[in-house]
């Protein structure tokens, strides 16, 4: 899940919009709106958090650095013009990455995993793939195994790429829907998550030989990788 703030309506709901496209699940804000949200969203809804995409607003250095008081997902600044100086300040600020408007929301999720992947080296964590024969990418792309690729409806390929980023941890069912469906979302049951699972489980299966992912009932998947 994103979560993109502006305080242009045209902003927040063109990305929302674009998210959407691409079968992400997003929030739009307004800045106040977001200050409050940052206060008072729990450790689980944070969690749910992939990237946070900041668009234009008066405290959005300021609103950066409160980010980074909370959570370690990505923060990507959106900048309406070309200015030294400005990228400068936002990077000084915390910002993780500057991208010039437009850009499309396939170059935020390929960035935002830019990030995560120097963020887990930086902290010593194994690299994503960097034995499997399953490779995933993150940027709207279909996973490959053996080179070859893997065709996935929208959101059982998100779940995969929600349970490798997090290899290693148990993830619970309601986690992994937060994090596909998005924290507010009241018109879909979150027992689809298992459904959406059993039929990865089963084509991962197939191609593998083996399951890359282990289940615990009551308790939650993680993604464990090639066959020990």
């Known amino acids: 899940m994103y ?3 502006d305080d242009r309506q045209m902003v927040t709901s063109g990305y929302v919009a674009s998210f ?31 990237g946070f995409v900041l668009g234009t607003f008066q405290e959005r250095v300021h609103s950066a650095e409160s980010i980074r008081r ?10 309406d013009v070309r200015s030294l100086e400005e990228t ?4 000084t600020a915390k910002f993780d990455d500057v991208v010039r408007k437009p850009v499309h929301v396939r170059e935020i999720l390929a960035r935002s995993e830019a990030i995560w992947r ?17 490779k995933v990418f993150f940027d709207g792309r279909d996973p490959e195994i053996d080179g ?17 980023r997090k290899r ?3 993830l619970t069912k309601k986690q992994i829907f937060d994090a596909v469906y ?11 998550v298992e459904g959406h699972i059993s039929k990865l489980r089963k084509k991962l299966r197939q191609r593998l030989g083996y399951d890359p992912i282990d289940a615990k009932r009551y308790i939650g998947y993680s993604y464990v990788g090639a066959a020990s």
């Not at 959407?20 to 689980?44: H, M, N, P, Q, V």
């Not at 963020?119 to 994503?128: E, F, I, L, R, Y």
């Open 20 to 50: 959407k496209r691409e079968g992400i699940s997003s929030l739009g804000l307004y800045a106040d709106e977001f200050t409050d949200w940052l206060e008072s969203a729990s450790d689980a809804d944070l969690e749910a958090v992939q």
């Open 168 to 170: 290693g941890h148990r």
């Open 118 to 134: 120097r963020v887990n080296a930086s902290a010593g964590k194994k690299p994503q793939n960097d034995t499997d024969r399953l």
């Open 3 to 5: 979560i993109v703030v």
């Open 70 to 79: 909370y959570s370690k997902a990505p923060i990507i600044a959106l900048s």
């Open 148 to 164: 070859l690729p893997l065709s996935l409806p929208r959101r059982e390929r998100h779940i995969l790429e929600y349970l490798v």
């Open 88 to 91: 400068l300040e936002l990077f």
């Open 182 to 192: 998005g924290i507010y979302s009241d018109d879909v049951e979150d027992s689809v």
